[in-house]
């Protein structure tokens, strides 16, 4: 059984990320702990990741501020504090390009078509620059507990993999080539490996066409001096999460698909030592009354001829309880699987959550189980 309130009372509980795959509940999951922690008392920040417009707007955020703001809505004093933000992706990497790489480099480098494409399409830019935001946030001290969503990707390990692949991706063969001169060390060496690159540049730029390269190549001159600071930024948050002060929460799907992912994303978690919490297996569908799929279908087909309405009834709960059992039979094959990992079940609500009542449900579900 995962306790929430003990992991959200818990002063050495710093982080907390909530993962999955796609659609299954991570933003509402996040905001959910988040607001019940700030009741609790703690000073907490929610980083959102493009939450669904009407919860955004129940939190306060009308815009994409890319800074925390302080959630003041109608009916929530909290004994602490909830501050939100959405991440703006293409914000949050200007704004790290600005921090790091001195004003003059920083406007070319915006400016560079190399930058615009690397900070819009690269795959992956939107989980990196959600871990240089976790960063961010807790380097500043202002809160003693950050829930942070993860982006809506196709797979949950996305958002482990991303700096990596965002660092590999920098460090590709090209791009090598391209900044052999600032890497090669020493002030002497430069020089001479410059003349090379130049040279190099010149055959290049024959094949390539003389703009692509002089853009490619400013790029990387510029990118270069930063580039040592944000892999050691990516580095330092991996490092961050897998601290003691951080608790992962995988939240799922009770449906075969969803619980495969997970599974997978439990073992990458444990490989990499990050600390798991729970599973929190989301929208289930509990059974409300105690009677057997099997007495309701056989007191539906007694009934069937004298009372139709009756017999709807009876059905749509036979179908319920198989629909309930099939649930805990994967989750207790997730357990089989993972018995060092405790779930918690949230129930499919009637409808979606988009305020602070239904995210006040949630959390209160997510604790009393
Ligand atoms: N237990 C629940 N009961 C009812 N509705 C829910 C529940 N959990 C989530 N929802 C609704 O499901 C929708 C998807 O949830 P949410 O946005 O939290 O998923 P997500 O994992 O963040 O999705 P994405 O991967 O697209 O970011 C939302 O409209 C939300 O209100
Ligand atoms: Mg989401």
Redesign the pocket.
Known sequence: MLDVDELIDDQETRVVVCC?S????????AAAIALRAAERGRQTVVLT????RR?AQALGLRELGNHPRQVQVEGFDPKGELWAMMLDMRRTFDDMVRAHAGPDRAEQLLANPFYQTISTSFSGTQEYMAMEKLGQLAATGDWDLIVV?T??SRSALDFLDAPTRLSSALDGRMIRLLTAPAKAGGWGLRKVVSAGFTMFAKAVSTIIGGQLLADASAFMQAFDTMFGGFRERARKTSELLRSQGTAFLV?AAPEPDALREASYFVERLSAEHMPLSGLVA??THPVLADLSATAAISAAERVESSAPLATAVLRLHADRVALAEREERLLARFTRAHPEVPIVR????P????DVAGLRD?GDRLAAS
Do not use: E, Q
């Open positions: 999955g796609g659609g299954v509940g991570k933003t509402t999951t990741i493009d939450p669904a919860l969503d982006p809506p939240v989301n929208r949230v129930p499919a609500l409808s979606d959550v988009h949630i």
